[in-house]
């Protein structure tokens, strides 16, 4: 059996070059699970494609930098950051937006966003974080100099809050959930800043320049499975619960917190001539230089979106 094994893969290996393998690295989160919705129902199979599923996006972003994997679902804050570390990274399709899924929580009493002048609230030191903390200041005329900024990592958030020790958080699911019956109401959330939170596929310059053809069957692909997600939601979200562990009641919050978008509107975010996203990575790109996310004064974003590889419906 061992030898049949053997003798297949040898054979199905053989049918592609080494440097033709696309190798996407991704973490859990409900949004990247079209791509795996396509490899169950075999629409991968003729395509030089491995997905690696790790346990974190600090994972994913080390395999990256250590040229394990030359793909990734990312924010698109983490997609700069690798350009601050000198990689190529291509954003070649849209995967999903957060439309409710990232929210601030706060404590009885502050009813807006105005409210949290002179308040504490806790917020991952990420760029992701920061960024919705920004936007929603700005809403209420507020800058971070308004606020006491308090870094806590997601699994402090309800403690500190239960605890009383910040007056409101920038959290999400499954946090949020929790956070909500201790007590807390959302004053702000994501979708108030559309298609501004973002998940994106990149894939390396190098291997997308020599694999074009690779690149487009696999989006094409991906949309195939969106397609499959929405019109058979009990048989998808059995294979993406079977493999995320998760209820179908989890996974209706989740996706009820996101958007995925289609080809028409991935074109338009992406087109390389006037990308919609450009304003939302040079916003997060200042940010990030602020926060000291990156030091580099002059990092290059041109030609980070390319949407020639996602076809007319």
């Given at each position: 059996?061992?030898?049949?094994?053997?003798?297949?893969?040898?054979?199905?290996?053989?049918?592609?070059?080494?440097?033709?393998?696309?190798?996407?690295?991704?973490?859990?989160?409900?949004?990247?699970?079209?791509?795996?919705?396509?490899?169950?129902?075999?629409?991968?199979?003729?395509?030089?494609?491995?997905?690696?599923?790790?346990?974190?996006?600090?994972?994913?972003?080390?395999?990256?930098?250590?040229?394990?994997?030359?793909?990734?679902?990312?924010?698109?804050?983490?997609?700069?950051?690798?350009?601050?570390?000198?990689?190529?990274?291509?954003?070649?399709?849209v995967m999903d937006f957060s439309n409710g899924a990232d929210v601030i929580i706060a404590r009885r009493g502050i009813e807006t966003l105005s409210d949290l002048k002179g308040k504490k609230i806790g917020v991952e030191n990420s760029a992701l974080g920061a960024y919705m903390l920004t936007r929603a200041?700005?809403?209420?005329?507020?800058?971070?100099?308004?606020?006491?900024?308090?870094?806590?990592?997601?699994?402090?958030?309800?403690?500190?809050?239960?605890?009383?020790?910040?007056?409101?958080?920038?959290?999400?699911?499954?946090?949020?959930?929790?956070?909500?019956?201790?007590?807390?109401?959302?004053?702000?959330?994501?979708?108030?800043?559309?298609?501004?939170?973002?998940?994106?596929?990149?894939?390396?310059?190098?291997?997308?320049?020599?694999?074009?053809?690779?690149?487009?069957?696999?989006?094409?692909?991906?949309?195939?499975?969106?397609?499959?997600?929405?019109?058979?939601?009990?048989?998808?979200?059995?294979?993406?619960?079977?493999?995320?562990?998760?209820?179908?009641?989890?996974?209706?919050?989740?996706?009820?917190?996101?958007?995925?978008?289609?080809?028409?509107?991935?074109?338009?975010?992406?087109?390389?001539?006037?990308?919609?996203?450009?304003?939302?990575?040079?916003?997060?790109?200042?940010?990030?230089?602020?926060?000291?996310?990156?030091?580099?004064?002059?990092?290059?974003?041109?030609?980070?979106?390319?949407?020639?590889?996602?076809?007319?419906?």
């Amino acid at each position: 059996m061992k030898k049949v094994v053997l003798l297949f893969l040898t054979v199905f290996l053989s049918c592609f070059k080494t440097d033709e393998y696309l190798k996407i690295g991704t973490n859990v989160w409900p949004g990247y699970e079209p791509l795996y919705v396509a490899r169950e129902l075999g629409y991968l199979k003729d395509i030089p494609v491995h997905i690696v599923e790790y346990s974190s996006a600090s994972q994913v972003m080390r395999a990256y930098r250590n040229n394990v994997i030359n793909s990734a679902a990312l924010t698109l804050d983490e997609v700069i950051l690798l350009r601050s570390y000198g990689f190529r990274p291509v954003v070649v399709l849209v995967m999903d937006f957060s439309n409710g899924a990232d929210v601030i929580i706060a404590r009885r009493g502050i009813e807006t966003l105005s409210d949290l002048k002179g308040k504490k609230i806790g917020v991952e030191n990420s760029a992701l974080g920061a960024y919705m903390l920004t936007r929603a200041l700005e809403k209420a005329g507020l800058t971070v100099n308004d606020v006491k900024i308090v870094p806590l990592e997601v699994d402090e958030h309800l403690n500190w809050f239960k605890r009383g020790k910040i007056d409101a958080v920038v959290t999400f699911e499954p946090v949020k959930s929790k956070i909500l019956k201790a007590g807390g109401r959302v004053i702000f959330d994501s979708s108030q800043i559309p298609e501004e939170i973002v998940d994106v596929l990149v894939v390396e310059k190098e291997y997308l320049d020599k694999n074009p053809s690779v690149v487009k069957k696999l989006v094409n692909q991906w949309f195939r499975a969106v397609n499959f997600l929405k019109e058979n939601p009990k048989e998808a979200f059995r294979i993406i619960s079977q493999r995320e562990h998760i209820t179908d009641e989890e996974l209706n919050k989740a996706y009820a917190g996101i958007k995925i978008p289609g080809r028409k509107e991935n074109r338009l975010l992406l087109d390389s001539s006037k990308p919609k996203l450009e304003a939302v990575a040079r916003k997060l790109l200042k940010i990030m230089k602020e926060k000291r996310i990156i030091s580099q004064n002059s990092i290059d974003i041109d030609g980070i979106f390319d949407g020639r590889f996602i076809e007319e419906d």
